[in-house]
Every structure is written in C-alpha cells, then in structure tokens.
C-alpha cells in the first residue's frame, strides 16, 4: 500500500489508465476505431509478454538488460537458417537453444562469478549484438516469405476474427507465469531469494541454480516474443537491438508496481503497467508526437517511477552490496 493512503500502486496505475483512455477517446478522433484499439493490443502484446519475463528476474532480485538482443538475434537466426534451406521447426529449435544457453549464462555469471547483474546483462546485450551481427544475422532485415503455417499464426492468427492471437498468447502466458510464481515451490523460491538472499541460502534453497533458472525463462519469453513479432510483422530487424525497447519494458515492470529492490510484485503488475504503457505510447502515436520527444517523455516517467519505487520499496544493505538493481 503507499504510505498516507489505501490506494495500492496497482491500482493508482488503472485509474491513470481509466483516465487516459477517456481523455484521448474525447479528445483524439481515431482513438476509438476499432482497428486502432486493436492494433493498441496486438502491439502492447509483444511489450507485454517482454515485461512478464522481466519482472520474473527483478523478482528474484536481477535485471535482464539482454532481453531485446535475445529476442532479435535468436529468433534472426532461426528465420536465416530457414531461408537457407532448414526446416522451420529444426531452425527454431536451434534457436530457442541458443536463447537458453545466453539465458544459462547470464545466471551463471551473476550466480556464481557473482557479477552484479546490470553489469553482466549489459555487457552480454553488447557481446550478443555484436556475435549476432558478426555470425549470426548478416543483413538488418530479414523478410519471412514462406507460409509458415500454424507457426504462422502466432502473429497474424486472430480469434473469432477480432481479438489477435498475440494478445491470447499475452494473456495465456501471464496466467502460467501467475500460477508458477504463486503457487509452485520454485516461484516461492524466487520470491525468498528477492526478498533476502542469504536468509534463502541459509534456510537451504538453491539459489545458485534458481538464479540460472529465473535468467533461463527470461531467455526463453524472449524468443517466444521475437517469433511472435517475427509473424505479426513477417520481417525480423535486427536495428531493434539497439533500440530503447529494453527501457520501455523496464518502464513496464516498474510502473505497474513491480519493486526493483527484489521479492514483491506479481503478474497483476506487469498486465496494469503494459495497459498504461501502450495507451500512452498509442495516444503520443495518433498526436505525431516525434520519437526521439516520445523517448524524453518515457525516460522522465521511467525516472518518476524509479524514484516512486525507491521511497516504497528502499534498498536494503544486501542488495546495495550486491549492486543489483
């Protein structure tokens, strides 16, 4: 609950959102059309299903700055090996593997050299640009061409010819990741470790290994959000890489009330942040306000909220010394 108040961040966050979509319906002509409002969700999907694997790793008191090179040269990979002759389904296997072994590697690095993780994240999201580019992924866009047939349809697929499979695929995943974290042993594990991380040693919970899991499912959301994007769109950008995406889903997590010091938050968050995200980022669209005013506006949000974030949720002596996020 915020301090003085009974009105929880969670739901501070829905109220601005209420309010945002009737002041732009009021105010933006072509807010309400049907085609806008559902491109509002099939977009906001992607950010989505991003933010659910992030905030699993800020859970667990870590970040993923990797996420976005992930998502972009994994699935770029996969869709230049099949252009090449490989068969879709050996391609995507591939490349979901690779996505696992960036995701095991990146805990391994933090859990065991004890690399703070915003360090090791940001240098593997450099390291993974630059191998993508280099091996990887030879041109900046990759068009898909061939039918793809069910797989496919993880993009372009739409349910009862209105709602997009995307949004579905959001949904879905959102209610997995809410049962895993609130009701199996391994979610309370990440919740313990967030919370306090040498009590969660002491009372004999892996940390270790939970640590190189939490980074494995980030990885592996990741994929699945860039083999989503690939068949919305039927092109990969590689471009996307050295966006500000991984902010706007750092913005995603926090904003919807998501600490950054470690152990508190759920699924909940991550669904009433990307709602009011992608209604600001679609309201900025239809007023033609320029990219580089939208990302100034998003950076002092995003700054708003951290500091929001740090008076609710202050860092304690253990994770200042860890140097996490």
């Known amino acids: 609950m915020l301090k003085g108040g ?10 601005i959102s209420a309010a945002l979509f009737v002041i732009f319906s009021i105010t933006l002509d072509s807010f309400l059309q049907v085609s806008n409002l559902v491109s509002l969700l099939q977009n906001v999907s992607i950010l989505g299903i991003l933010a659910i694997g992030m905030a699993v790793v800020i859970i667990g008191r870590g970040i993923d700055l990797t996420m976005v090179a992930v998502m972009v040269f994994t699935v770029g990979w996969s869709f230049s090996l099949h252009l090449d002759g490989m068969s879709i389904g050996i391609a995507l296997a591939l490349g979901f593997a690779l996505a696992l072994l960036i995701g095991t ?18 240098a593997m999201a450099t390291v993974i640009a630059g191998l993508g580019r280099f091996a990887l992924v030879e041109s900046d866009t990759i068009f898909i061409t061939s039918d793809l047939g069910l797989i496919g349809q993880l993009g372009s ?110 699924i909940r968050n991550v669904l009433s942040g990307t709602l009011l995200i992608g209604l600001l980022l679609n309201g900025m669209t239809i007023m033609n ?37």
């Open 105 to 122: 590697v990146n805990g391994f690095l933090i859990a065991y050299v004890e690399i703070p993780a915003i360090f090791a994240t940001l």
């Open 157 to 266: 697929g739409r349910i009862g010819s209105v709602i997009p499979m995307p949004v579905v695929i959001f949904l879905l995943l959102a209610f997995v990741v809410y049962l895993a974290l609130r009701y199996t042993r391994y979610g309370a594990f990440i919740y313990a470790i967030g919370d306090n991380y040498l009590a969660a040693r002491n009372n004999g919970i892996a940390t270790r290994p939970m640590t190189i899991l939490a980074y494995a499912v980030s990885a592996a959301i990741a994929f699945f959000a860039g083999l989503i994007m690939a068949t919305t769109v039927s092109t990969v950008n590689a471009r996307l890489a050295n966006s500000t995406l991984v902010y706007d889903i750092i913005l995603v997590v926090v904003i919807g009330g998501i600490g950054l010091s470690g152990g508190k938050g759920s």
């Open 289 to 325: 306000i320029s990219y580089s005013v939208q990302n100034i506006i998003k950076a002092l949000i995003l700054l708003a909220a951290i500091i929001l974030d740090s008076l609710l949720n202050p860092r304690d002596e253990q994770t200042s010394q860890q140097g996490d996020i």
């Open 6 to 15: 009974s009105i929880s961040q969670e739901q501070m966050v829905l109220i």
